[in-house]
């Protein structure tokens, strides 16, 4: 076989043929042939193919790699860079423009950008589970918390679809003790030992398998484990929580931020009844099931009626007192569980997500926002590009004469606008890095500053950064290349400008718009915030400290209350279960008439000195007395309870749990809100816990010490804190003053204030950029036409009037479309409130508005002024 | 004292491109190198070699015919120019002068 049938390898010649430049192409690919040939006749054909190959490689040399003038397109590169050259020619020439063009744009991608970030790090919740889309939270009913304890393991057994199950409770914060140090730690749950089937965990030290199975273990995260044993081994060594010893089985890497929820530790549960079996109707835990790979959530939900019916029917109709399970139905009982996708718990379902705190609609404003600011910053963009085509119809004129095609045109125009959005993208990183600490309080998240440079978010910006080129670039791309070049020549383009100034006009006033339309809600939220904050709650917020942790001192708790009362700045005292501001339980009462009516009541639990110490009013009837015993099974009422009772007189009449456990009616409070006052005030009951902190039975409930105090408030906490120090050395001291806890609720609104705050500056201030460019180009083109007006007479007032008029009229317009809109989004906004602002207030709607127009009239204002007392010579002389 | 803007393997390059007169190209080259001095040398070394010396302006080239050896593919003949000779001739001349400047002394105390 002659030598020159043989062939080097493929992949090699075509890898020389891509890369290399075509001019020196033969000749290479001549002499590695060459070689080639001699090396297969003296070498073997092997050694020749090998060494073909590495010279190849040895040829991928800068000098001989194709460079951009190699393409084929070698015209259309060559027009590109004087494209750009132009483009950046146009830009210095008129830096005043380019200036408020590319720092509008850039304030508009900088909210953009962060918004951006915030979006996506909203929709990636979860998603680092394996086989998130199989993970379901089974809620009680459509959307309850928590089921019954056997609710998993049965569902297990009975559902080939459910793969596996596993409980949570939590979150808890408890008291750590490693040797001597203490430390308080919170976002810690309990789990059964299937939970690493369902969550994703990566242990670090120890295994999955097993971590979980005995009472008294715990699975630290890193971190912590790091903080508790400082980056010792943790594995096996006993901790005490809450006096408890227990023993780490395992520890895992921290779980993402983005998770809906973030634990610190997981403890195994302890072996008793209530969690081995429990029972149907006491609703304790959070259940999560897998389902396996085939199985749908539609085919678990058929079969949960007859499910309900067999397990938890028999015990459900004890307590309710049907006769059998079908009564119960017709009589409207209901009761089911949904499988609700893990992957919408954070967004769609926050009450169930445990502590992540997202919420669609804050996806949505947020959005909305981002959009609004970036339409503004593109209304800029357009109306400035435009307004300067007189300046540019010569060029174009010129450009077309020469022989440019109108789509040569579009893409030089294109180039330009693309060119400055890439100049105000990395301004926007900038600004956006500076803006992050707001923005992170904002949207309570904290995003970090690397974060604004990793890759992907870099891709979003550039992604963002070319749709705006395209979109605000498009038309003034389209109206400058559309000119006629005869006319244009002559310099009669505007002639046609007519509609191009009413649109520009129209931007404007669309601009103005949305500037009024996010002053008006600012001042809404804010006002309606005032509003809930200035409400008569019914009761003594202030001067209220509420001490927490209570329930550690167990039968100390009664000390601590009476050497407390001996403190001369603390007016009374009380231990309660709960403290209004914070979620309260509801319990179900029925009352004891012919035809018994239930209704779950907000109950809570308080010694007698509850109503003293929260200045609460009483209406009717007599307090608790705390020398009375029997007084544990008398409970007092709120005025919502009374109206829905309905009865003349409720006093002595009774209130039952079932099974005989009655309680008679003493007295009736006046209405307090025990909560945020976006709801209202529902149907309330007190009942009676003795001194020492037990309630009805002998349950535990002193949870919280409520002290009235006087005075100064520091000194007054400190010698609190020295009392509970005595007490109990090794638990933390924590308090809150009540008001702070009652203003504490609405910090999403306050949130949302602040949201609209700072959108709405960033709206007026972009938009006033804008304003600010137009009118100086306005009055560049009217110079002459003033100066002819000022010779003929007319006073600098009244020319002055007259730039300022046309400019007024725009922001009318503005208000008109603004005001009505923002009224129906305003609404549905309060529409969550049970107490809401009066939106009849016209100040509301008027102040914004006519702050826009003094802003808009500020920024042309000044300009028209001077240019009005300019000296009508120097405009006139020329020509 | 002037500088020869050349590097040592282009000076190798432009004395075999000499020597091989009307039949330099890339293998020649390299296989002449090979041959005369033993350096083992890639060919794509051989040819940005080449390349930098005809920018250089010591080196002219122009396009042979094609020949079956290499599969149809024409060769690219590389000739010296006046310059690349005179660069050479100037190599040389200095060279020489410093060696002729080496005393007796030294190259007896350094054993030649």
Redesign the interface.
């Known amino acids: 076989m002659s030598v020159f049938k043989q062939e080097p390898p493929q992949w090699a010649l075509r890898l020389l043929r891509f890369y290399c430049k075509p001019r020196a192409l033969e000749i290479i690919e001549g002499d590695a042939y060459e070689l080639f040939y001699k090396r297969a006749a003296t070498e073997g054909l092997k050694a020749a193919r090998r060494k073909f190959s590495w010279d190849v490689f040895r040829f991928f040399r800068f000098r001989y790699i194709k460079g951009l003038e190699d393409f084929n397109s070698l015209n259309n590169i060559a027009m590109f860079k004087n494209y750009l050259k132009i483009s950046i020619r146009s830009l210095l020439k008129q830096k005043f423009y380019s200036f408020i063009n590319i720092s509008g744009l850039a304030l508009g991608l900088a909210a953009c950008l962060l918004i951006v970030l915030y979006i996506s790090h909203e929709l990636s919740y979860d998603k680092y589970h394996k086989d998130i889309d199989r993970v379901y939270r089974v809620a009680n009913g459509q959307s309850g918390n928590w089921t019954p304890a056997r609710l998993g393991a049965q569902m297990k057994a009975d559902f080939p679809e459910v793969e596996e199950v596993a409980r949570i409770n939590g979150p808890f914060s408890q008291t750590f003790k490693v040797g001597d140090k203490i430390f308080k730690e919170e976002r810690g749950f309990s789990a059964d030992s299937t939970f690493h089937k369902i969550f994703t965990m990566e242990f670090v030290e120890g295994r999955a398998e097993g971590a979980l199975n005995k009472p008294n273990t715990i699975v630290l995260t890193q971190s912590l484990a790091n903080k508790f044993f400082d980056y010792g081994q943790a594995l096996g060594q006993i901790i005490y929580i809450d006096g408890e010893a227990t023993m780490v089985t395992g520890v895992v890497a921290d779980p993402p931020k983005n998770t809906h929820f973030y634990y610190n530790y997981v403890l195994s549960y302890p072996h008793d009844f209530w969690v081995t079996v429990g029972n149907w109707t006491g609703n304790a835990f959070f259940t999560y099931a897998k389902l396996t790979e085939q199985a749908t959530p539609e085919q678990v939900h058929a079969k949960i009626p007859d499910f309900v019916r067999e397990h938890v029917g028999p015990a459900l109709i004890k307590y309710s007192g049907h006769a059998t399970y079908d009564d119960f139905l017709a009589a409207g009982g209901k009761k089911s569980f949904t499988f609700i996708p893990m992957k919408d718990l954070h967004l769609h379902y926050p009450h169930l997500a445990l502590g992540s705190s997202g919420s669609i609609d804050n996806v949505y404003i947020f959005s909305a926002v981002a959009l609004f600011i970036l339409l503004i910053a593109c209304i800029n963009f357009m109306n400035l590009s435009t307004a300067r085509s007189a300046m540019r119809s010569k060029e174009v004129g010129m450009r077309k004469v020469l022989g440019s095609l109108r789509g040569q045109l579009v893409g030089q125009f294109m180039t330009e606008s693309v060119l400055v959005c890439l100049l105000s993208s990395v301004l926007a990183l900038l600004i956006a890095s500076l803006g992050l600490d707001g923005f992170n309080q904002l949207a309570n998240r904290d995003f970090e500053h690397a974060q604004l440079f990793e890759v992907a978010t870099l891709a979003k910006l550039f992604a963002l950064m070319i749709v705006v080129g395209l979109m605000a670039g498009s038309y003034p791309a389209l109206v400058l290349s559309s000119f006629q070049p005869i006319k244009a020549l002559k310099g009669e383009a505007q002639a046609r400008g007519k509609g191009g100034v009413l649109l520009r006009k129209g931007l404007v006033a669309f601009q103005f718009a949305i500037s009024i339309f996010l002053m008006v809600s600012t001042v809404v939220v804010f006002s309606q915030l005032q509003f809930l904050k200035k409400q008569d709650l019914g009761f003594d917020a202030e001067q209220v400290l509420v001490v927490k942790n209570v329930s550690r001192l167990g039968e100390k708790a009664q000390v601590m209350t009476q050497r407390l009362e001996q403190v001369p700045t603390v007016q009374s005292v009380s231990l309660s279960s709960q403290y209004p501001s914070e979620w309260i339980s509801d319990w179900g009462y029925q009352t004891l008439e012919d035809n018994p009516r239930s209704y779950s009541f907000i109950n809570m639990f308080a010694t007698a000195g509850f109503l003293e110490t929260m200045n609460i009013e009483l209406l009717k009837g007599r307090n608790f007395n705390r020398q009375l015993v029997s007084d544990t099974s008398n409970i007092l009422i709120n005025e919502a309870a009374a109206r829905w009772l309905g009865w003349e007189d409720p006093i002595g009449k009774k209130l039952s749990r079932g099974n005989g456990e009655d309680y008679t009616i003493i007295g009736v409070m006046k209405d307090f809100n025990f909560n945020s006052l976006k709801r209202g005030i529902s149907p309330f009951v007190l009942r009676l816990m003795t001194d020492d902190g037990h309630a009805e039975g002998g349950w535990y409930a002193g949870n919280y010490l409520a002290l009235k105090v006087s005075g100064n408030f520091q000194e007054t906490v400190s010698s609190v804190e020295d009392i509970w120090k005595e007490t109990i050395a090794d638990e933390p001291f924590e308090y809150v003053f009540l008001d702070d806890s009652f203003n504490a609720l609405y910090e999403e609104e306050e949130r949302f204030g602040q949201l609209f705050t700072a959108s709405s500056g960033l709206a007026i201030a972009i938009a006033c950029l804008g304003l600010f460019a137009l009118a100086a180009f306005t009055l560049q083109r009217r110079f002459k036409e003033i100066a002819v007006r000022k010779v003929l007479g007319a006073s600098v007032k009244s020319l002055t009037l007259m730039v300022i008029r046309n400019f007024t009229f725009l922001v009318f317009i503005g208000a008109v479309i603004a005001i009505p809109t923002a009224y129906l989004v305003m609404k549905g906004w309060l529409a969550d409130f049970a107490y809401q602002m009066n939106l009849n207030n016209p100040l509301i709607w008027l102040l914004p508005a006519l702050f826009v127009a003094v802003i808009a009239w500020l920024t042309v204002g000044f300009q028209s002024v001077k240019t009005a007392m300019s000296n009508p010579v120097k405009a006139l002389r020329s020509e | 004292m002037t500088r020869t803007n050349i590097g040592e393997f282009e000076e190798v390059v432009l004395l075999i491109v000499a020597i091989l007169h009307e039949n330099a190209?890339?293998?020649s080259v390299m296989e002449e190198i090979e041959n005369q001095t033993g350096r083992k040398i890639?060919?794509?070394?051989v040819?940005?070699a080449l390349?930098r010396l005809e920018s250089k302006g010591f080196l002219k080239s122009e396009?042979g015919g094609a020949t079956?050896?290499?599969?149809g593919?024409?060769?690219?003949f590389f000739r010296i120019t006046v310059a690349g000779q005179r660069t050479l001739d100037a190599i040389r001349e200095q060279r020489n002068r410093l060696h002729d400047q080496i005393p007796n002394l030294g190259l007896k105390y350094v054993g030649i």
């Open positions: 190209y890339g293998v890639n060919i794509s070394a040819h940005s390349d396009v079956a050896e290499r599969g593919r024409r060769k690219r």
